[in-house]
């Protein structure tokens, strides 16, 4: 397993968020992103997770709710890559994945656009 410390795995999802075009980020709505050791036991190998209602599911009823939730989880990530060059190229499609989600693209949809 590669290591890697906190505040570099960190400093990389942030530089994946920095690379989602402006445009989008502006209608970004309600969602925070985190970075977290491990995923639940029942999924251990899941690289991230976003939890919340996608902007296109949202309708008037949509106020004064918790923020949309944004995971990336380094063990698994660090697990599955063999090169740092491979956990910067991992973390960027994970951020980007699960970005998507919240803009309420499905898995299918980002398997085909390469994004899986």
Same mark, same amino acid.
């Given at each position: 397993?590669?290591?890697?410390?906190?505040?570099a795995?960190?400093?990389?999802?942030?530089?994946?968020l920095?690379?989602?075009?402006?445009?989008?980020?502006?209608?970004?709505?309600?969602?925070? *992103?985190?970075?977290e050791?491990?995923p639940?036991?029942?999924?251990?190998?899941?690289?991230?997770?976003?939890?919340g209602t996608?902007l296109t599911?949202? +309708?008037?009823?949509?106020? +004064? *709710? %918790?923020?949309?939730?944004?995971?990336i989880?380094?063990?698994?990530?660090?697990?599955?890559?063999?090169?740092?060059?491979?956990?910067?190229?991992?973390?960027a *499609?994970?951020?980007? @994945?699960e970005v998507?989600h919240?803009? +309420?693209?499905?898995d299918?949809r %980002? @398997?085909?656009?390469?994004?899986?």
């Amino acid at each position: 397993m590669l290591e890697m410390t906190r505040e570099a795995f960190e400093e990389l999802v942030s530089q994946a968020l920095d690379q989602i075009p402006p445009d989008l980020t502006r209608v970004m709505d309600n969602v925070a *992103v985190f970075v977290e050791d491990e995923p639940t036991a029942d999924d251990p190998e899941l690289l991230g997770l976003y939890e919340g209602t996608p902007l296109t599911e949202r +309708g008037e009823w949509y106020a +004064g *709710v %918790l923020p949309d939730r944004i995971t990336i989880y380094m063990g698994p990530t660090l697990r599955f890559c063999e090169t740092p060059e491979d956990v910067v190229h991992e973390v960027a *499609v994970t951020v980007i @994945h699960e970005v998507a989600h919240h803009f +309420g693209i499905e898995d299918a949809r %980002l @398997h085909e656009l390469g994004w899986g």
